[in-house]
Nanobody, 130 residues
Framework: QLHIVESGGGMVQPGGSLRLSCTSSGFTLRYYAIGWFRQAPGKEREGISCIAPSSDTTTKYVDSVKGRFTISRDNAKNTVYLQMNSLKPEDTADYYC??????????????????????WGQGTQVTVFA
């Protein structure tokens, strides 16, 4: 199973920015679809963004983060980023990176559901407070 590590979480004021990173040792992430999910206390885990595998540049975003969050790859660093701008208190959650080897993940109707991904990181906490 893929070993995934997230980093970059922290505390920020509303309107601020954070960049989350997702990386793996021993596996080349560009061959995997990558998804970012978040889970707030008492709520279900929510898919917020994904990027298709290989050279496909397909990305998806949940409506609540469109225009504020950007997912991207740096293949040279074997890292996928989630740039989060204009953060709001409702963005407060634990953020998880997930990976899946299927060619079809993050294409068509897939990519923002928990069941679309096979491997998960341990999460990084994001707190947006005034």
């Amino acid at each position: 199973q893929l070993h995934i590590v997230e980093s970059g979480g922290g505390m920020v004021q509303p309107g601020g920015s954070l960049r989350l990173s997702c990386t793996s040792s021993g596996f080349t992430l560009r061959y995997y679809a990558i998804g970012w999910f978040r889970q707030a206390p008492g709520k279900e885990r929510e898919g917020i963004s994904c990027i298709a595998p290989s050279s496909d540049t397909t990305t998806k975003y949940v409506d609540s983060v469109k225009g504020r969050f950007t997912i991207s790859r740096d293949n040279a660093k074997n890292t996928v980023y989630l740039q989060m701008n204009s953060l709001k208190p409702e963005d407060t959650a634990d953020y998880y990176c997930a990976a899946d080897p299927l060619f079809t993940t993050c294409r068509g109707d897939s990519g923002l559901q928990v069941g679309d991904f096979a491997s998960w990181g341990q999460g990084t906490q994001v707190t947006v407070f005034a």
